[in-house]
């Protein structure tokens, strides 16, 4: 772990450069968590051997971010987070894994209705005790505020993944996603809050059985009913083509259609603390009989904001 610990000493010297000349006052630590007992995907996707099935699995799952919140004046403010997620597989030991990430934001107004985000990351998985991968990540967003109760959003994405396991050869690859979202917040014409999302992502890997092109369409509505109950629901459809043939025992490039959907209920405990349940239905309909896999989901957790 000498490269996270090196990375994390970097970032330390990043915030006291970019603190200079900040009242002390007006910087902030903020550190969020969403810990929770899952029923799930076990997050090994394209990165899983051609000859091991996917299925849903049972977890618990601890996802923790800490922040350093830094503004500048005049809107604009640099955000330097740190986070650290562990999950552990009741029946699959092997894909027990650590995700550490480093994450620089900044954020900056462009006239009254406008917002500019960038931000650049670091991260470092590890299962089973080895390191399996290093990401590196580049995010824009253009955020269009006309009014109190419509927002969208443009975002371009791209990740860079070294996979320092070679058993499976071609994993390291490159992905771009640019999506767009509408939003809708409730008001007295509109009863719940809308945000629908689309997104388009290319992939290049140095085997051309893990290279797709995909598309993927979001949908959330939530609200919150009184002040201790709140409620969400999310659904998702998306489609990837790959270009490779997967396997030689199946060899044909795989295609996946995928949707899902879930319903949340919290109980607001503060207005920055809540107990929650989630159940949903995920299918994962794949020409692949490996890949092909389907049934319920839950997530069963606490979530809080400090700071």
């Known amino acids: 772990m000498d490269k996270t610990l090196a990375l994390a000493a970097s970032g330390l010297a990043v915030a006291c450069t970019l603190s200079t000349g900040v009242h002390a006052q007006e910087t902030r630590t903020q550190f969020r968590t969403d810990t929770a007992f899952t029923r799930g995907e076990t997050f090994v996707e394209d990165a899983a051997d051609p000859d091991i099935g996917l299925t849903l699995e049972n977890a618990f799952d601890s996802n923790n971010w800490a922040s350093l919140v ?40 462009r006239g ?3 917002q500019l985000r960038f931000w650049v990351d670091a ?53 771009w996603r640019a999506g767009i979202e509408q939003r809708r917040y409730k008001d007295e014409t509109f009863p719940v809050n809308l945000a629908v999302r689309a997104s388009i992502t290319t992939a290049d890997a140095d085997a051309d059985r893990f290279a797709f092109d995909g598309w993927e369409v979001r949908g959330r509505i939530w609200d919150q009913f009184n002040e201790n109950w709140a409620g969400e629901v999310n659904f998702a459809f998306a489609q990837r083509d790959y270009e490779g043939d997967f396997s030689t025992a199946e060899p044909l490039p795989r295609e ?20 929650y349940a989630e159940v949903g239905y995920l299918d994962n309909d794949s020409n692949i ?18 700071g």
């Open 112 to 114: 009254e209705k406008d």
């Open 289 to 306: 009989s490996v890949r092909d896999y389907d049934g319920m989901t839950f997530r069963v957790g606490f979530r809080a904001r400090f």
């Open 256 to 275: 996946d259609d995928r949707w899902e959907a879930r319903a949340r209920l919290d109980y607001l405990v503060t207005p920055n603390q809540a107990l």
């Open 70 to 109: 830094m503004p500048k004046g005049h809107g604009r403010v640099w955000r330097l987070e740190q986070q650290f997620r562990v999950r552990e597989y009741d029946d699959r030991d092997d894909l027990d894994s650590q995700l550490l990430t480093t994450r620089l934001q900044y954020w900056t107004p």
């Open 123 to 175: 991260g470092f998985n590890y299962r089973d005790g080895d390191h399996r991968y290093s990401r590196v990540r580049g995010h824009a967003q253009w955020r269009h505020r006309p009014d109190e109760h419509n927002e969208t959003i443009l975002s371009l994405q791209t990740d860079l993944y070294d996979f320092t396991d070679k058993a499976t050869d071609g994993l390291d690859q490159t992905r």
